[in-house]
């Protein structure tokens, strides 16, 4: 149980043009997913926390309008790169809370590699 | 500033010898929880520690959460080389409050 998958897995994109990446929760309900980026055997660095229907809440120097992010149902969350740029390059991670599980914990997908070239 | 330190921030060790990762910090968690990520893979959760002076064991892996709610540590014993990998702590303040810490990467010789 507690499965999250990422699509796509990697992503080769143009500078300048928008990339979305999904978020699903496989087998549980998920009211609250996370996104995080991650540099090379660094910690995960929290970008934006996603609500179910409504708006995310964003980190401080995350720019809402650059990462937009869509909890539209309880199993999925897209985060979108608009006009991305070689220096948003990085792997993206989500994460999911299991709504009927130990609220504490999260689930991690398996993340998304994305370089701008 | 990190919530959560961790120490060492890298290890390299001979298989079957023993270590110990710490997870530390000043605050306060009602929960901690311990993930292992390889690389290109998200973070794989290993366990969960809710108690104060609580101890969980995994086959070769002890986790400890610290009497006040406040650190925690891994100890593997007899390292293995399948226990290569980035070890992550992260704690949980209710609500949507969770911290990660600094990460260990830790890589077992053969």
């Known amino acids: 149980g507690a499965v999250v998958s990422q699509h796509p897995s990697r992503v080769i994109c143009k500078s300048g043009t928008s990339v979305k990446i999904e978020c699903r929760s496989l087998?549980?309900?998920?009211?609250?997913m996370f996104w995080y980026r991650q540099f090379p055997k660094k910690s995960l660095m929290l970008m934006a926390t996603s609500n179910e229907g409504s708006k995310a809440t964003y980190e401080q120097g995350v720019e809402k309008d650059k990462f937009l992010i869509n909890h539209a149902s309880l199993t999925l969350s897209t985060l979108t790169v608009t006009s991305a740029h070689p220096e948003d390059s990085s792997f993206y991670i989500c994460?999911?809370?299991?709504?009927?599980?130990?609220?504490?914990?999260?689930?991690f997908g398996p993340g998304t590699r994305l370089l701008v070239l | 500033t990190q919530l959560l330190e961790q120490s060492p921030q890298f290890l390299s060790i001979q298989e079957g010898e023993n270590l110990t990762v710490y997870c530390n910090s000043s605050s306060v968690f009602s929960s901690l929880q311990w993930y292992r990520q390889e690389p290109g893979e998200g973070p794989v959760l290993l366990v969960t520690v809710v108690t104060g002076g609580e101890v969980k064991k995994l086959k070769r892996l002890t986790f400890q959460f610290g009497d006040a709610r406040k650190d925690s540590s891994l100890h593997i014993t007899a390292a293995q080389t399948g226990d290569t990998g980035l070890y992550l702590c992260a704690g949980a303040q209710g609500g949507n409050q969770f911290y990660f810490g600094t990460g260990t990467s830790l890589t077992v010789i053969p």
């Open positions: 994460s999911a809370r299991d709504t009927g599980g130990f609220q504490e914990t999260q689930y």
């Open positions: 087998d549980f309900q998920a009211t609250t």
